[in-house]
């Protein structure tokens, strides 16, 4: 998996320096550290993600009728505002 980190860092530029410092005090390219960090933050929390994961996929039939349900409501709202 390539991880984009000109996204990362264009989303987070406060955190820009902080991983620069690591990298050249530990030696290791950005895409490594920042690769290194996911896996480690995965590991730590994967079972936290795996319960969301399952959360998301048991409400995406409830949620789509939702939205379903409210679709022409919001288009009539919309229409107000266009």
Wanted: glycine content about 4%; hydrophobic content about 45%; some cysteine.
């Amino acid at each position: 998996m390539i991880i984009r980190i000109s996204f990362l860092l264009a989303w987070m530029p406060r955190w820009k320096k902080k991983i620069e410092s690591y990298c050249e005090l530990n030696d290791v390219d950005m895409q490594t550290a920042v690769h290194e960090a996911l896996n480690e933050f995965i590991n730590m929390h994967g079972e936290e993600i795996a319960q969301l994961i399952a959360g998301y996929r048991a409400m995406g039939n409830l949620n789509e009728e939702i939205c379903d349900e409210f679709t022409a409501c919001e288009a009539e709202a919309y229409s107000h505002f266009c």
